[in-house]
């Protein structure tokens, strides 16, 4: 490496890759708060993070509901608990995200 006279680092990633992580950032898991003792699984993981991180303002419930209509029961109640707390207007055209 001493004739490098110029490196550089980059990362490739797949298309939608910052609109997932800006999801797990809205419903707070990325946060590293510390997990208590009997939280064991990404379920239980997202329904304690999802007392810490209130339901956004924004009308989304169209979106909300057609990303849910083929999940049941608990699966549906998670999917919709996350989805109320994730910014989505950006799928509508209403906000640019980079």
Same mark, same amino acid.
């Given at each position: 490496m001493s004739e490098c006279e110029t490196f550089i680092r980059g990362t490739f990633r797949f298309k939608g890759f910052s609109a997932i992580i800006s999801a797990f950032h809205d419903v707070g898991l990325t946060c590293d708060d510390v997990v208590p003792a009997g939280?064991?699984?990404l379920r239980e993981l997202s329904a304690w993070r999802f007392t810490k991180v209130p339901e956004l303002a924004? #009308? !989304?419930a169209a979106l909300? #509901? &057609?990303s849910c209509a083929q999940l049941t029961g608990n699966d549906q109640k998670l999917a919709? &608990? /996350? /989805? !109320?707390?994730v910014d989505t207007r950006y799928l509508n055209g209403d906000m640019k995200r980079v």
């Open positions: 939280v064991a699984t924004h #009308d !989304n909300v #509901d &057609a919709k &608990a /996350l /989805l !109320n707390r």
